[in-house]
Nanobody, 122 residues
């Protein structure tokens, strides 16, 4: 089994920065896509940023230029650096990784972190 543990959330004033981490543990053969989602109260969960296995990145328009997704393969950890935070960035952030757990099993499984709160005050 694979577990994803998120850390780094908290409260910050507008204009501040936070870095979220998502550490994966367990049986991991390869990581396909890594995604960060967020969900604000009353809204649907939205994709914020993603990185493919070839390190191709995507950002939703509202965070482009402010957020950076990165990955440390040696540590099986993914990061989301969030700069110039705005009150509208307030949400629960979720890490999602699509992982192949064995060289003998080509299935790519979907794993989610527990979610971590980010609160930005004006």
């Amino acid at each position: 089994q694979v577990q994803l543990v998120e850390s780094g959330g908290g409260s910050v004033q507008a204009g501040g920065s936070l870095r979220l981490s998502c550490a994966a543990s367990g049986s991991i053969f390869s990581v396909e896509n890594t995604n960060w989602y967020r969900q604000a109260p009353g809204l649907q969960r939205e994709l914020v940023a993603s990185m493919s296995s070839r390190a191709i990145t995507y950002y939703t328009d509202s965070v482009e230029g402010r957020f950076t997704i990165s990955r440390d393969n040696a540590k099986n950890t993914v990061y989301l650096q969030m700069n110039s935070l705005k009150p509208e960035d307030t949400a629960v952030y979720y890490c999602n990784q699509q992982i192949q757990i064995s060289s003998l099993d080509f299935t790519v499984y979907d794993y989610w972190g527990q979610g971590i709160q980010v609160t930005v005050s004006s």
